[in-house]
């Protein structure tokens, strides 16, 4: 099922608390900024793949690089 997982690296917290057992897949998780992510992954035995992010995007940052 899933959880709600706030921390600092909610992402991965998330596949940190999947890979102990703890939660399942999907997880939605709660960022600093108070954003809601879902976190859908695949683990297998030991490994944890195809891990995949959803949620809003905004641009936090724009710039140019000019040729030197």
Not at 4 to 26: D, E, H, I, N, Y
């Amino acid at each position: 099922g899933s959880a709600r997982v706030a921390s600092f690296a909610s992402s991965a917290a998330a596949l940190v608390a999947a890979q102990q057992g703890k939660v399942t897949s999907p997880v939605e998780v709660s960022t600093r900024g108070g954003e809601v992510l879902l976190v859908d992954f695949v683990r297998e035995k030991n490994r944890i793949t195809k891990v995949w992010l959803e949620g809003a995007v905004k641009t936090v940052f724009k710039g140019e690089i000019e040729n030197v």
